[in-house]
């Protein structure tokens, strides 16, 4: 049974850091592709960043590139990403999600392409 469990998420002050971090199980993480998507109320889906969990080949949001890093630890079968000078657009539910590989290296931020998503976890930028 495939299953991801986001953690990490929070309140933090602007400026502030977070680790979010996906836990996945019942399937081979090489296989996948694992994106982050975030969604704040009132707005769309918005694709956050991505990781080809075999090669290590990554993507980000302009929103967030040089502020966001994503990283895997396979043997853990776990994806993080870590945010860093929060600002309060930020503020959302971020769901990590998997896609499996059609191509043999691939980093994709479109949710309609992933098969399986977490629950989400809140974050909250504010003073």
């Known amino acids: 049974q495939v299953q991801l469990v986001e953690s990490g998420g929070g309140l933090v002050q602007p400026g502030g850091s977070l680790r979010l971090s996906c836990a996945a199980s019942?399937?081979?993480?090489?296989?996948?592709?694992i994106g982050w998507f975030r969604q704040a109320p009132g707005k769309e889906r918005e694709g956050v960043s991505c990781v080809d969990t075999r090669y290590g080949i990554t993507d980000y949001a302009d929103s967030v590139k040089g502020r966001f890093t994503i990283s895997r630890d396979n043997a853990k079968s776990t994806v993080y990403l870590q945010m860093s000078s929060l600002k309060p657009e930020d503020t959302a539910i971020y769901y990590c999600a998997a896609k499996r590989k059609l191509l043999p290296s691939e980093c994709v931020l479109f949710g309609s392409q992933y098969d399986y998503w977490g629950q989400g976890t809140q974050v909250t930028v504010s003073s």
């Open positions: 019942g399937f081979g993480l090489n296989d996948y592709v």
